[in-house]
């Protein structure tokens, strides 16, 4: 029977929702884990202040409850950079939990060296130093800049195209960032440009998330098929 | 075309090759990366002091250098907790390069709090105390503990069980341990009856590093499906 | 005009109001500040798990919002040593706004050395340590102990007692702590026998939260009293 | 019987101490604690060098030792940013002690983010990072400028304000400080100003020093009325 | 002509500086800079207190001024395991100066990994602990543990070398302490016996210290020498 | 009998070794440690890539074996900045073995405060900034900056002096460093002058290292002495 992995948009646009779903279309193989990407319909339409980021865990813990299949997913990944929820919801679920923006920091300090992070807006930055900071990583944070683009300049790919590009080369060159991560789970359709432009590795946070939960399965699966095998 | 991870054990013993292989057994899958675990016949049986680790460093290089296309693999996981010659093969290889030490050490921190590490030997805990030091983690550190079984008695699967169980034990209640670490690559065939046993998540390092760079291969693979797409 | 200082109990239990502002007592004088001490019906009978932390945020900004005079007061501290709400709040409002474990935490460092944390239930702890990490006091911190009373037990106040002498002088011990702070706002009561009977500084969160908002609030006072003297 | 807490002035120079004295108005309610703001006539005009910080212990443990009722004081604040003494007069006195730059440091990582110190002269700057450190707090340190201006200069307001106001502003903008902490005590008639310039919380040392000071007087006052309504 | 080094004794026990001196014989040799050590008579009979350090620094400061040839020393080392006055001296001489505290602590470091110290009270403890934390090194820091022997105890012998080895012994088993710092000027002639019984680098603050000074003087005088054959 | 410090270059440069033993004059005196400096032939003409320093291990052991004599040396210095070989070795010999890189940041620390790194070249800057990490120094670090010439620039005295003081100049006005190391084992003739020309204490890594293991050796002699007293 096969494994799923609730990837949860905690915000209620579809259209990002299917961003992360097109990201994730490698990750999806013959007889591998489902990857589930559903749109939280309760939250708002983005996820932009800490009142969001707070709210997101009701919404979160009352999506798993109305549902009771939802409980029994083999894992899951909170699909927003600020990872809300991701403490409460692993003190009532036992299924391993990631979020997005503590996968692509963990992600980038396994890459190597200094990392730097490309925000969308600048208010953003205070909130990444905190997440940076309680994991233990301030060191090896090389900068963390904006492209400061409203969302609607933002689907304006040419525009946020040319500041994506400005703001990375200036992490890299500037701020030493050997390493950069995209700040937000709406940019993945640039990540491969932007790695091929910077000549650095660029990570985008839903697949950071998803790879670790795939992993998580994998390894589950590996046991299993070893039981049955030494059975 | 398919890619390739080459997961390189750099001690000469083919045993411990076919354990990492058999662990990651679930992350092949069909129209996947191909994973490669290759043994170093020029290392030593075991890479057990800094001089092992440090000497690793130029097998490794020469054994990229002696068939070309190796160097052309999509990404890379060197087979021992130590890491042994990982910043010197991100300087000369442009794949990713993943280590099985800081890999583990990270995914634990992805997972949520404060992780043990059960090493083989005490004389490893130093080491493991300066590689966490160097990624910023010391906070996240529990605790450390070695089962100090020879490797003899570590192929004496009932002694190594109740060793793991009563070091995983102590690192859980007395050390606050939510997540265990294996220490070294050869203990796979243990991490799922230790996950159950215990009731806190346990990371396998070569599924820890090669759930890394799988999601690393996958995420440059979902790009060019895209461009097809967009073409 | 007389300022208001808002403490604002995020749960539902009046007698824990109650005891809020029994400990502020002292706190109130003639011409002073305002203490006004709420209680947020909508909230869970108590704070215990991360979900009512990240749920609190709501029901903050919704009493805040219910009656516009509540926005116009001078300070605000949030009644739960978790710090519910807290960074959500002051992305909203402009007064100053104080959470009970932080001010505990920052006092505590303002005391002298290292300090110890009595907290009610073990589950706490590592949320503590968290805090404590994205602050950087975790240096300072000399342990964090567990009473491990129910509710029930805590309202027994010999036995709460006796806990609470055998946890502090652990810490004051055994862990070299300086002070030591009562993790919770339930525990008032207890704070100045317990000084007496440990013979290092005890501080309770309510007061230290409290005392920042009004040295806040005077500060300001202050200001405008020499701009009359000037004028 | 009124409390007292001893705001102690270790320069020799009476006019800061009215300073402080002015400073504190607001903080001295009727059945509140006495402020008792006193110079050390001993001291040198101004406490510049780490020798005058450090000759301040003598000098004001001299001054505890000339008149018992001294010793018997509530709390005493150490009327200098470079806080002098402190843990000298820690370990002979009982009461608790407060120095003005640890205070203003803690109270600044109690309002919330990172924050910026504008320092009298670019040497105090060394002096203050090393407290931050000593602290813990250097990750939250947004930025250490100074206006550098003779003790005359700073005596011409216009001149002393807009340094203030330069300096204030590019703490914020350029640093990113979310808070200000004024690095002298003999700046705070210019706290309220330059918090309405700026639009950032402005802490002034011997408000924060001294608030301190009495919520822990306020605590242990709050404690007895307990006791007598207990009683 | 030959360079001086001070090494001096701030207390004013002519007995410890002949210790000092006695630990030094070797690191004076024909043609080497003059080891000059000397007592503060001025100082107390032994640095016990944070007051008692404090007071050292003016001291320290009028014995240079005394007789001004001291001030044109080439290296000082202030012979007290709690570097008192040492930021004052370098706000004032231009002379490198060292401290036996500091110069233990980062040798140690050099040595490799974890060190302990052994504190003759108790009481010492929290002071190193701040001077450790304030160098960046809380992470190296094995165990910091007390003989906690009276100055008379200490003077017999046999009950000193049993506390030292006891402790000694815990420092290294318990503890994990690879490298051993007698935290005290006072009991360099235990260094070698201890290093001997314990199997690890012991190190004596008088010798860490001056080696450093010596490593300073020697720098400069090679500079000079090679100036001479270039020239 | 006299003792030997071993300092070991391990490139095969003979210069560079030449420079090293220059530097190390005035450490040699009549009846001191004889201070032999050695050429690893086997070794690259330059230390330049990780491939280089993790090679540099086997070479260092191999020489060591070859002439038993030579582990019975007194200490060794490792004569690279990278500090090859350190731990290996360590885990080898009983001797004390220094590393140039860790002994030049420690003896900075211990000269004060904040410390600038001067490096050859930028790819050197990342290497030294993990070495910095690791042993807990970042905040202490000023800056770390490339003079950016080629080796054969670097024989071009004018050229390179020329370079050394624009860096200098930066670290210390810009980064505000109180002390300069400098970065690389060849440029010991440029200390005196760099110190002169900057006005602060300028670090030559092979009289760090050789002073630390002068330091170690005359610590146990002076045993020896004091024993041989007493008997």
Redesign the interface.
Known sequence: MTERILIINPNSTQEITDHMS??????R????PQLVCETLRSGPPGIE???H??????NL?EWFEQVPERKRADAAVIGCFSD??I??L???LTM?I??MG??SY??A??????FGVISVVSAA???H??AI????????LAGDLAIDLSVVELSNEDAAWKRLVAVGQKLRDDC?A?VVILGCAGM??Y???LEQNLGV?V??PT??A???A???V??????????RRAG
């Open positions: 097109a990201a994730l279309e490698a990750f193989f013959p007889g591998g202040t800490q009142a980021v707070d709210a997101a865990t009701a813990i809300p929820g403490v409460a692993r003190e009532r391993p990631f979020g503590a996968s963990l992600t300090a396994a890459l190597g060296d200094r930055v205070r909130r130093k905190r900071r309680a994991l233990g990583l301030t060191d090896q030493g050997a993945a359709r990540r491969s440009r590795a990570i985008e697949q950071a998803t790879g670790m795939l992993t998580a994998l390894a589950r699966r590996g046991a299993a098929a070893a039981n």
